[in-house]
């Protein structure tokens, strides 16, 4: 990084027209830039939070060598984040000979936009779709029909319609569907020609400029950023920007340095052994939740809930842990399972518990021009004779989907035979930070696995928190959701022993 030459272009396909930018401020958005710089106003702004999907565009990236489309959301998305990428808009899917993209005339036919502002990101979901089965079509003819409306809800999730009532939206996602099927022989033909485009501007060495009072430096390497963080252990790190592009847009900060992750091999990979999961720090949940949810199946319904589409496709797992939050999601469900954490630095890497990062709120144990590297997920041990692991995560929100979390729970309990040998609970919302119920977990050990037991650890409970009272929920109805997830958590096992026993 010492020797990198200043003013390195950032280079992406708009559509098919390459675009070379140097020197632009690393916060602006691009859903700024589509508006106000290309004046491709389709792309619209409705939370500028990431919550309504109105400007939900595709991006076009090579992974491993192949290309793959996704849907995020432009306005949290940075521009230099772009590099290496194409990014497609509701502009672009219009045939050459004028007429209606199958995406667009489905949801003319099947009455699907009124107002029409939410219309251009409901598009742009569904064209992901649409490439996404053009590829994988043989994956998605398997789909059965009565799982259509589910898989098609997950899709659209991101995207929020005040008008429709998603009915005609449903409509039009079961014709993509069948129209992508139709359309899949040309993918391949019209996929090579943009790989060959991705393959040219491919950024393959550190990057860095400057923008008025900003600073951007993008590394290729583990060893690139270290350095940079170690010249400047202030600066904001950079990986999928859902927490981040909420600083600028929401609380108008200015960001004097940005460290984007995203072009470091290293941080992108996915390890898995007979013992653990490895999931570097730029991994999205999309890219990890086919090898967590292999490994620990209860975690699809939690991880569905978790946030959009759009979302996973941005975020990343390591980002929810760094950033500390006491409602984040994943904490609970890793602390339970026993996950660490690598962080490395100029010092040197070093390895701690999850659980052990969180100190207090707005504190964690990270130390100046420290990153986190990687998070290591321990496997689930069910090989040792009379010994039965159970792990369960929960969710409570205001809404189903896309709302951040009341209360989160995690609960990991080994028995043997009717006897709990250990117990790790981690609740998300109840505290400062995302921490155990220690004095609970006592209770249960050495203890019945059975009603008596859990009444009493219900009881434990209170001295184990303090839950705050705030908008979203108060102090008291924390306890008693807390209380009950354990007892639905109990209640579950003993149905699903009693179906088991009837099978």
Same mark, same amino acid.
């Given at each position: 990084?010492?020797?990198?030459?200043?003013?390195q272009?950032?280079?992406f396909?708009?559509?098919?027209?390459?675009?070379?930018?140097?020197?632009?401020?690393p916060?602006?958005?691009?859903?700024n830039?589509?508006?106000?710089?290309?004046?491709a106003?389709g792309?619209?702004?409705?939370?500028?939070?990431?919550?309504?999907?109105?400007?939900t565009?595709?991006?076009?990236?090579?992974i491993?060598?192949?290309?793959?489309?996704?849907?995020?959301n432009?306005?949290?998305?940075?521009l230099?984040?772009?590099?290496?990428?194409?990014?497609?808009?509701?502009?672009?899917?219009?045939?050459t000979?004028?007429?209606?993209?199958?995406?667009?005339?489905?949801?003319?036919?099947?009455?699907?936009?009124?107002?029409?502002?939410?219309?251009p990101g409901?598009?742009?979901?569904?064209?992901?779709?649409?490439?996404?089965?053009? $590829?994988?079509?043989?994956a998605?003819? +398997? %789909?059965?029909?009565?799982n259509t409306? =589910?898989?098609l809800?997950? /899709?659209?999730a991101?995207?929020?319609?005040?008008c429709?009532?998603?009915g005609?939206?449903?409509?039009s996602?079961?014709?993509?569907?069948?129209?992508a099927?139709?359309?899949?022989?040309?993918?391949q033909?019209?996929?090579?020609t943009?790989?060959?485009?991705?393959?040219?501007?491919?950024?393959r060495?550190?990057?860095?400029?400057?923008h008025?009072?900003?600073?951007?430096?993008?590394?290729?390497?583990?060893?690139?950023?270290?350095?940079a963080?170690?010249?400047?252990p202030?600066?904001?790190?950079?990986?999928?920007?859902?927490?981040?592009?909420?600083?600028v847009?929401?609380?108008?900060?200015?960001?004097?340095?940005?460290?984007?992750l995203?072009?470091?091999?290293?941080?992108?990979t996915? $390890?898995?052994t007979?013992?653990?999961? +490895? %999931?570097?720090?730029?991994?999205?949940? =999309?890219q990890?939740?086919? /090898?967590?949810?292999?490994h620990?199946?209860?975690?699809?319904?939690?991880?569905?809930?978790?946030?959009?589409?759009?979302i996973?496709?941005?975020?990343t797992?390591?980002?929810?842990i760094?950033?500390?939050?006491?409602?984040?999601?994943?904490p609970?469900?890793?602390?339970a399972?026993?996950?660490?954490?690598t962080?490395n630095s100029?010092?040197g890497?070093?390895s701690?518990?999850?659980?052990d990062y969180?100190?207090?709120?707005?504190?964690?144990?990270?130390?100046?021009g420290?990153?986190?590297e990687?998070?290591?997920?321990?496997?689930?041990n069910?090989?040792?004779p009379?010994?039965?692991v159970?792990?369960?995560?929960?969710?409570?929100s205001k809404?189903?989907?896309?709302?951040i979390?009341?209360v989160?729970?995690?609960?990991?309990?080994? %028995?043997?035979?009717?006897?709990?040998?250990d117990?790790r609970?981690?609740y998300g919302?109840?505290?400062?930070?995302?921490?155990r119920?220690?004095?609970?977990?006592?209770?249960?050990i050495?203890?019945?696995?059975?009603?008596?037991?859990?009444?009493?650890?219900c009881d434990?409970?209170?001295?184990?928190?303090?839950?705050?009272?705030?908008?979203?929920?108060?102090?008291?109805?924390?306890?008693?959701?807390?209380?009950?997830?354990?007892?639905?958590?109990f209640?579950?096992?003993?149905?699903?022993?009693?179906e088991?026993?009837?099978?």
């Amino acid at each position: 990084m010492k020797d990198t030459p200043p003013d390195q272009p950032i280079r992406f396909l708009l559509g098919n027209e390459l675009k070379t930018l140097a020197e632009v401020s690393p916060t602006m958005t691009v859903l700024n830039y589509l508006r106000m710089e290309e004046k491709a106003i389709g792309t619209k702004e409705g939370c500028a939070e990431g919550d309504c999907g109105a400007c939900t565009v595709v991006l076009g990236e090579l992974i491993e060598g192949q290309l793959q489309y996704r849907a995020v959301n432009a306005c949290i998305l940075f521009l230099p984040m772009l590099d290496g990428k194409q990014l497609l808009t509701v502009e672009h899917l219009k045939e050459t000979n004028g007429q209606l993209h199958p995406v667009q005339q489905s949801m003319v036919d099947r009455h699907a936009s009124q107002c029409g502002f939410c219309t251009p990101g409901i598009v742009m979901s569904g064209f992901a779709l649409y490439q996404n089965v053009r $590829q994988n079509h043989q994956a998605w003819s +398997e %789909l059965k029909p009565e799982n259509t409306v =589910s898989e098609l809800n997950k /899709i659209y999730a991101g995207n929020l319609c005040r008008c429709t009532g998603y009915g005609p939206i449903l409509e039009s996602g079961k014709d993509i569907l069948a129209q992508a099927q139709q359309d899949a022989a040309a993918y391949q033909a019209e996929a090579q020609t943009i790989v060959e485009q991705l393959q040219a501007i491919q950024p393959r060495e550190a990057k860095r400029w400057q923008h008025d009072q900003q600073t951007y430096i993008q590394p290729s390497n583990i060893t690139e950023l270290t350095y940079a963080y170690q010249q400047h252990p202030d600066a904001n790190l950079l990986a999928g920007g859902t927490d981040l592009g909420l600083w600028v847009t929401k609380q108008h900060r200015e960001l004097d340095t940005v460290i984007h992750l995203g072009h470091i091999p290293a941080l992108k990979t996915i $390890q898995e052994t007979p013992q653990h999961i +490895e %999931l570097g720090a730029a991994v999205t949940y =999309s890219q990890a939740m086919p /090898i967590l949810c292999k490994h620990f199946p209860v975690l699809q319904p939690f991880l569905e809930r978790h946030s959009s589409t759009q979302i996973r496709n941005s975020g990343t797992i390591v980002g929810n842990i760094a950033n500390g939050s006491p409602i984040g999601d994943m904490p609970p469900p890793l602390i339970a399972l026993g996950a660490s954490i690598t962080l490395n630095s100029a010092q040197g890497p070093r390895s701690l518990t999850l659980q052990d990062y969180f100190i207090d709120y707005g504190q964690q144990d990270r130390q100046p021009g420290e990153f986190i590297e990687k998070v290591t997920i321990p496997l689930l041990n069910t090989n040792t004779p009379g010994e039965t692991v159970l792990f369960k995560a929960y969710k409570i929100s205001k809404r189903q989907e896309q709302d951040i979390s009341s209360v989160s729970a995690a609960f990991y309990i080994r %028995l043997n035979g009717g006897t709990v040998e250990d117990a790790r609970l981690c609740y998300g919302g109840m505290a400062g930070i995302p921490k155990r119920a220690t004095a609970t977990e006592k209770s249960l050990i050495g203890q019945a696995w059975c009603d008596e037991t859990i009444f009493n650890a219900c009881d434990v409970m209170i001295t184990d928190y303090q839950p705050l009272d705030d908008f979203r929920a108060s102090s008291r109805y924390r306890m008693t959701v807390a209380q009950n997830l354990l007892r639905k958590f109990f209640i579950e096992h003993r149905l699903d022993n009693q179906e088991k026993q009837h099978a």
